[in-house]
């Protein structure tokens, strides 16, 4: 870990010139260097990937709460104007509902004349 550290400030500091990278790790090739950084990208790369997949799955989750949530709520007006048309509540023009499967633009409520 420490010596992960070294590599990566020493990196940062001279780009791929691995021979100047060695000189700050006794015992350490250039070669073994630049083998030990490609390694530490590789696995960097890899968790990034895993905390994005993670991500989605949380994503796809959140998708599914709303989805739910949103289902419900169309329920509800569903209920709300049939029992208003059943007793006779309704004034003005026919009110017509309409639905889609975009999840941003749910059920909703049009007057038409």
Do not use: C
């Amino acid at each position: 870990a420490r010596e992960d550290a070294i590599i990566a400030n020493s990196v940062a500091e001279f780009g791929n010139r691995w021979y100047f990278i060695a000189e700050r790790l006794p015992g350490r090739t250039d070669h073994a260097i630049r083998n030990r950084w490609h390694r530490l990208r590789s696995m960097r790369h890899d968790q990034q990937l895993k905390r994005i997949a993670q991500g989605d799955e949380e994503l796809k989750q959140e998708s599914k709460l709303q989805q739910r949530s949103l289902s419900q709520h169309r329920d509800h007006v569903n209920i709300d104007v049939h029992s208003n048309l059943i007793d006779g509540r309704s004034s003005g023009p026919p009110l017509i509902l309409s639905s889609t499967s975009d999840p941003l633009n749910s059920a909703y409520a049009t007057w038409r004349q």
